[in-house]
């Protein structure tokens, strides 16, 4: 699997190459910073089922995928961005992610829910919103074992 540094060197050293722009870029026409660039070479597809719609986008590993759902327009439930508020709470359908940062007990997570400001994609992955009280009302029945 490749590095980031490895990415990026590979990234600075080849000739440039065209990505598609999202349409937020074609309105602006703003070009892809290197960064950017570098992200979406190493990005996963992440579907997002939310209100009876499937929308997949591309997320990079260091990204979270909230962050990237709103920068792509995504009308998904969020508050506080930072894992402990849990209004973006969501079901893992399938794939790997990363929600180390999240305030999330094992068991809750095991069981497959997720918060997507504090999940980093490790995979492919499809996830599904789901409303807020299905999540707290979990947690805090997990909490008082």
Do not use: W
């Amino acid at each position: 699997m490749a590095t980031a540094t490895s990415l990026l060197n590979f990234a600075t050293t080849t000739k440039p190459f065209l990505l598609q722009p999202s349409p937020r870029h074609q309105k602006n026409h703003r070009p892809l910073s290197l960064r950017r660039r570098v992200a979406l070479a190493a990005a996963f597809k992440v579907t997002i089922e939310h209100e009876g719609t499937a929308r997949t986008i591309e997320v990079g590993p260091e990204e979270t995928i909230l962050g990237r759902a709103l920068e792509e327009g995504l009308s998904v439930p969020h508050d506080c961005k930072l894992g402990v508020c849990m209004t973006c709470p969501a079901r893992l359908l399938a794939g790997e992610v990363d929600q180390s940062e999240g305030m999330l007990s094992d068991d809750v997570v095991e069981r497959g829910y997720a918060l997507l400001c504090a999940s980093y994609p490790r995979s492919d992955c499809c996830i599904r919103t789901i409303p807020e009280d299905e999540l707290l009302s979990l947690q805090l029945a997990t909490a008082n074992d």
